[in-house]
């Protein structure tokens, strides 16, 4: 079966302002890597999981680890969490008080920019959106906040 891309909803991409957030985010180098590793070990397909941290990244938090997941939409133009999964992951980040810091996805052959599906699944204005790109030889990750007004790029900052 060949997926195409969901209908882009031009009015719900532009009604949003879009900027650079004044704040950046520290991503330490090896959950850098993990999430690239596994961006490419998923491709063609998109990859999906979340960073982990005891504080959001504007209140100064810095992630602890990758939980990597399964895409359950097994596309290339799309990420899909499983709910029983992401219940599971959700509960156990409650129970040791930490926090979704970051939400990753991959884009397998589009720039590292949140589409107008990934704008429309973004329902955790606390927590960042990373996006892997995997469109050039080398891969470029890139940050979002994402609210119902704006999109805002928060630069990364590894180490």
Do not use: F, K
Not at 51 to 57: G, H, I, M
Request: with cysteine; charged share 20%; aromatic share 6%.
């Amino acid at each position: 079966m060949h997926e195409e891309p969901l209908p882009v909803d031009e009015a719900a991409s532009s009604a949003r302002q879009w900027a650079t957030a004044a704040e950046e985010a520290r991503l330490p180098a090896e959950l850098l890597q993990q999430v690239i590793d596994a961006a490419r070990e998923d491709a063609p397909n998109e990859t999906v999981g979340l960073l982990a941290a005891s504080a959001y990244s504007d209140a100064g938090g810095v992630p602890t680890r990758y939980i990597r997941l399964a895409n359950a939409a097994a596309s290339p133009y799309r990420y899909l969490l499983d709910p029983d999964e992401q219940l599971r992951v959700m509960l156990e980040l409650d129970a040791t008080g930490q926090v979704v810091w970051g939400i990753v996805h991959s884009h397998v052959a589009s720039e590292a920019r949140p589409s107008a599906t990934d704008l429309g699944l973004a329902y955790y204005p606390d927590s960042l959106y990373l996006i892997c790109s995997l469109a050039a030889e080398a891969p470029e990750v890139r940050a979002w906040r994402i609210s119902e007004r704006s999109v805002l790029e928060v630069p990364l900052v590894v180490g």
